[in-house]
């Protein structure tokens, strides 16, 4: 008798092949856009996201934050796509839309790896006309 060479792995095999390989975590997008989202919408009180910014991020959060521009009446606002560029390795400039039902809103953000390795957001803006810094 000869040999068998299996064609495919044993299940057992491949099994034990996907269980090495490691699973990939969210992208800090993606954790960053449901964040911001909490928090816009009045889920998650602004201060949590204190040690998550930088710069003049967290000034500008809490200002639209006091406005509640995703708190809605009746569904509940969810992030419905996110895209990103890479500005530089250590920096991410993201949108992500946000839908309430019918309602769909865009939110911008900017995220920058400080050198312990953390991101942070360093700027945010919702889609809509822009007034002058500080003017609402």
């Known amino acids: 008798m000869s040999p068998r060479t299996p064609a495919r792995p044993a299940p057992?095999?491949?099994?034990?092949?996907?269980?090495?390989?490691?699973?990939?975590?969210?992208?800090?997008?993606?954790?960053?856009?449901e964040r911001l989202l909490a928090v816009l919408s009045g889920a998650r009180p602004v201060h949590c996201m204190l040690r998550h910014t930088a710069g003049r991020?967290?000034?500008?959060?809490?200002?639209?934050?006091?406005?509640?521009?995703?708190?809605?009446?009746?569904?509940?606002?969810?992030?419905?796509?996110?895209?990103?560029?890479?500005a530089r390795p250590d920096a991410l400039e993201a949108f992500a839309r946000i839908g309430?039902?019918?309602q769909l809103r865009a939110m911008a953000f900017r995220l920058e790896q400080g050198s312990d390795l953390r991101w942070r957001c360093t700027a945010?803006?919702?889609?809509?006309p822009r007034?002058?810094?500080g003017a609402d």
Request: aromatic share 6%; charged share 30%; hydrophobic share 35%.
């Open 131 to 133: 007034g002058p810094h």
């Open 12 to 33: 057992a095999t491949a099994a034990r092949e996907t269980a090495r390989r490691p699973v990939p975590g969210p992208r800090p997008t993606d954790v960053f856009a």
């Open 100 to 102: 309430a039902g019918d």
């Open 124 to 128: 945010i803006e919702l889609g809509g």
């Open 57 to 86: 991020a967290y000034d500008e959060l809490v200002r639209l934050a006091e406005r509640g521009p995703l708190r809605t009446r009746g569904a509940r606002p969810v992030v419905r796509d996110i895209g990103y560029y890479v």
